[in-house]
């Protein structure tokens, strides 16, 4: 039984120590160096990059004025210098400020009682004690009570604020002329790595004359700011630590 147990422990020890093994290996390789920055590439060439389908209007057409110079919706006289194809850049604005709190409170109490007895039965009522060999009294034969009583409480409190703005590429043009676009960002100070990132899908006249789209025009937004480094790895418990959470049912 002793042999079962330690075969049992040393296969989750070897497991452990193999999901965790390449990990391990690399950070050991780069200790004393920074986190090393990401190389810049096309989106596009991604094994991972999916182009983006939803929902298309009917197309428009490009609506122009009789003897006009000007063309609808452009923010110059030569030239509109918004982002407006494949490969242009433009700046996200995000500027998060969220706060929400929630309080609930419930309460629940019932009582109950109930009670019978057996006065008389044609006569036999005096037959009941013959049953229970003379103790039972015919006046009292049932008598039940209930009493339940449940309180709870919850309460939620988050607070948010993200002020940032960074570029962002357009990488795809749908049918309807929505833009997909795709940002990301990389910042080192001394052995921490901050790791910015923004996709979505935007309308080409929620883009400003500065050549900006704020955060809540972007239909299917993806933001994530993140990091990695010496403090992100004191921060997060070791991998051993986290496969015990997941597997330990107690």
């Not at 339940?148 to 990488?171: F, H, K």
């Not at 901050?194 to 933001?223: C, F, H, M, Q, W």
């Amino acid at each position: 039984m002793a042999r079962n147990h330690l075969r049992l422990a040393a296969t989750i020890g070897l497991s452990l120590t193999v999901i965790g093994c390449g990990n391990t290996l690399d950070r050991i390789s780069r200790v004393g160096q920074e986190p090393p920055l990401s190389p810049i590439e096309n989106p596009r060439a991604s094994e991972l990059y999916q182009p983006v389908s939803l929902p298309m209007p009917e197309p428009l057409t490009d609506a122009r004025q009789p003897a006009s110079l000007w063309r609808q919706g452009s923010r110059a006289f030569f030239k509109d210098q918004r982002a407006g194809r494949v490969g242009d850049i433009l700046t996200v604005v995000i500027e998060i400020d969220d706060e929400a709190e929630l309080d609930n409170s419930t309460s629940r109490s019932r009582s109950a009682g109930e009670s019978a007895g057996l006065d008389n039965l044609l006569g036999y009522e005096s037959r009941i004690n013959n049953i229970f060999d003379g103790d039972a009294i015919p006046t009292q034969l049932v008598n039940a009570d209930s009493d339940s009583e449940s309180n709870g409480a919850g309460s939620t409190a988050r607070e948010e604020e993200i002020d940032l703005r960074m570029a962002a590429v357009i990488t795809q043009i749908l049918p309807n002329g929505n833009l997909v676009i795709q940002g990301s960002q990389q910042v080192r100070v001394n052995y921490e790595l901050r790791d910015l990132a923004v996709r979505g899908v935007i309308r080409p006249e929620d883009i400003t004359s500065l050549n900006e789209v704020p955060y809540d025009k972007i239909a299917e937004a993806r933001i994530s700011y993140g990091g990695k480094g010496t403090l992100s790895d004191v921060q997060q418990p070791r991998y051993g630590q986290q496969v015990f959470d997941i597997l330990f049912p107690f």
